[in-house]
């Protein structure tokens, strides 16, 4: 099985049912206020329950870099390429910013 492990602790992050994990890391960015508390709108959950995405977890935000972990349910050699985009949501009504990640798990063309 795979191992996610958390930045800075070096701890191992469990990711049951996964054959494979993407790390997603964001660089130059937090997922607290400047008082140390959570930014994080909705705490991942225990399994997500499809067939591709098993679940996600945070790996880490420690110095500039937020992390998470998204369980593959299906082995993905190292060798290939991931497809992977990013783009940012503005929540104007909470004045928030939310991150989308979008990824193609398989070879299928994108939808």
């Not at 795979?2 to 469990?14: E, F, K, N, Q, R």
């Not at 290939?80 to 979008?102: D, K, M, P, S």
Request: without cysteine; negative net charge; aromatic residues 6%.
């Amino acid at each position: 099985m795979p191992v996610l492990t958390g930045d800075a602790s070096g701890l191992t992050i469990p990711m049951d049912g996964t054959d494979s994990i993407l790390r997603v890391v964001f660089r130059l960015a937090q997922a607290h206020t400047e008082d140390g508390i959570s930014s994080v709108l909705e705490a991942p959950r225990e399994a997500v329950g499809l067939a591709a995405i098993t679940r996600y977890a945070p790996a880490g935000d420690f110095e500039g870099t937020v992390t998470y972990g998204i369980g593959v349910g299906h082995p993905v050699p190292s060798t290939v390429n991931t497809a992977v985009r990013v783009y940012e949501v503005e929540r104007i009504e909470q004045g928030r910013h939310l991150y989308v990640v979008a990824v193609q798990v398989d070879a299928s063309p994108w939808r």
